[in-house]
């Protein structure tokens, strides 16, 4: 019997990471719904990664947030830029 293939899932988190707490800088909505998503996705056994824009100095390059989801920090521009310049 052949063993069903892994489910996989990318996500890109533009401008607020879902570790950032709501309220806090660029925090809020949309942050917690990804966090909310990939978290579902993650305890019903899908291998979430998501993609984020580092913020602040001396954050890891990868960490896991729970099974079957990491988080990803991406370098790329100021840590203070705003993010209407991102795209």
């Not at 607020?16 to 978290?39: A, C, F, H, I, K």
């Not at 079957?68 to 209407?84: C, E, S």
Request: glycine share 10%; proline share 9%; with cysteine.
């Amino acid at each position: 019997m052949a063993v069903p293939p892994r489910q996989r899932v990318a996500v890109l988190s533009l401008h607020t990471s879902p570790l950032v707490q709501p309220g806090v800088g660029d925090g809020g909505g949309m942050n917690v719904y990804v966090r909310e998503l990939t978290s579902s996705l993650a305890r019903m056994g899908v291998e979430c990664t998501t993609y984020t824009r580092a913020w602040k100095p001396g954050l890891p390059d990868e960490l896991e947030i729970e099974p079957n989801h990491r988080l990803v920090h991406v370098r790329a521009g100021d840590y203070d830029m705003p993010k209407d310049e991102l795209l």
